[in-house]
């Protein structure tokens, strides 16, 4: 059974960081481009960040670029978002997903997704 599971979220102030982990089991997702997404109560799904599956390539959100860093461990089959300077807007559910054919700062294209975990962000 395919599994992402999403861990490190939690509740942070202002300013501070936090680092997503992203762990893929039943199957190796080193073919696979990878992605982090968040939804805010009451708005929809956004594209946060993506990566590709060879790393060459990366996509940031205008709002988080300079604050987020995602990376992957592809021995481990692990994703990470790492999240600086956050700010009360980045309060959200942080999803994972991956998929083969993707297209970057959209959900087009991704296969499996995380349950998710909660950032929230206090001012």
């Known amino acids: 059974q395919v599994q992402l599971v999403e861990s490190g979220g939690g509740l942070v102030q202002a300013g501070g960081s936090l680092r997503l982990s992203c762990a893929a089991s039943?199957?190796?997702?080193?073919?696979?481009?990878m992605g982090w997404f968040r939804q805010a109560p009451g708005k929809e799904r956004e594209a946060v960040a993506a990566i590709s599956w060879s790393r060459i390539s990366t996509y940031y959100k205008d709002s988080v670029k300079g604050r987020f860093t995602i990376s992957r461990d592809i021995a481990k089959n692990t994703m990470y978002l790492q999240m600086n300077s956050l700010r009360p807007e980045d309060t959200a559910v942080y999803y994972c997903?991956?998929?083969?054919?993707?297209?970057?700062?959209?959900?087009?294209?991704?296969?499996?997704w995380g349950q998710g975990t909660q950032v929230t962000v206090s001012s």
């Open positions: 039943g199957r190796t997702f080193s073919g696979y481009h």
């Open positions: 997903a991956a998929g083969s054919t993707v297209l970057f700062g959209t959900s087009t294209g991704y296969d499996y």
